[in-house]
């Protein structure tokens, strides 16, 4: 069973990402710039597609990367995750001791304790409403599986989209309505630095706009209510800028935007 890793980064004029990433398997690096480039080549013995292309999105970069992979496994990746060095041995493992297993969501530990990532501690099956808890850089895939279901990451979210973000909360919950079984895995495969979000410009409008087109992307029935969570939750993170009303009123005109789209 092999292992590719899947590298969403930008302006990249030289392969030292490689070394700074700790990549240590077969690669494929999207490198979103101001040129079209295409390079193959061994590094430390493994096979790195290096692909720049004149163009901004990230859903776009990721789905770029999932059509040309070719192992069996595949891991989502950006330019700010430094891996352990048995991280492939991790994966693969992983998905051997669990053979129901379509994806594995593994732990990646934030170095900013600003933006600390969600933890996990245990094994267990992910269901849709925990969609929101996990981003795409701890995702490993079985790729023939996702072919098979016809999934790809969404172009209208996430950094350098329409949308701001939730692209890779919008693909965990295609896998599961397509009936893919994911499971989470305590084990730690990388550090992330997150020292700068690409996309968060502060509790705008656009932002709670934002959010309630996600939502209303997420579940037709359940918008309101997910709407609703979201501003009881996290209300003290905004009401220096924003009353809760204020919020939900935000969220709701993204929701009336989804009946356009």
């Not at 005109?253 to 989804?258: H, N």
Request: a positive charge; charged letters at 25%.
């Amino acid at each position: 069973m092999d292992l590719q890793v899947l590298v969403s980064t930008m302006h990249q004029v030289d392969h030292s990402l490689l070394e700074k990433m700790n990549i240590s398997s077969d690669s494929i690096i999207i490198n979103q710039c101001n040129r079209n480039e295409v390079e193959n080549f061994q590094y430390c013995g493994f096979d790195i597609k290096f692909i720049s292309y004149d163009e901004r999105g990230i859903g776009l970069s990721r789905n770029n990367a999932l059509m040309r992979a070719s192992a069996d496994i595949c891991l989502f990746s950006d330019e700010d995750v430094k891996y352990v060095d048995d991280y492939k041995n991790i994966i693969v493992r992983a998905f051997e001791e669990n053979p129901r297993a379509d994806i594995i969501i593994f732990n990646v530990v934030s170095t900013n304790l600003e933006r600390p990532m969600f933890e996990i501690k245990k094994h267990s099956r992910v269901r849709w409403f925990e969609c929101l808890k996990y981003g795409a850089v701890r995702i490993a895939v079985r790729t023939n599986k996702l072919r098979q279901a016809n999934i790809y990451f969404s172009l209208l979210f996430g950094g350098g989209a329409m949308y701001s973000s939730g692209e890779d909360s919008l693909f965990i919950a295609e896998c599961i309505r397509k009936g893919l079984t994911i499971y989470t895995n305590p084990s730690v495969i990388g550090y992330v630095s997150q020292e700068e979000s690409t996309w968060f410009k502060g509790y705008t409008d656009k932002y709670f706009i934002d959010k309630g087109v996600l939502y209303a992307s997420l579940s037709k029935r359940l918008k309101k209510l997910l709407c609703l969570q979201y501003v009881i939750r996290h209300h003290t993170s905004f009401n220096n800028v924003k009353t809760a009303r204020e919020a939900y009123k935000l969220m709701l005109q993204g929701v009336d935007k989804t009946r356009r789209m």
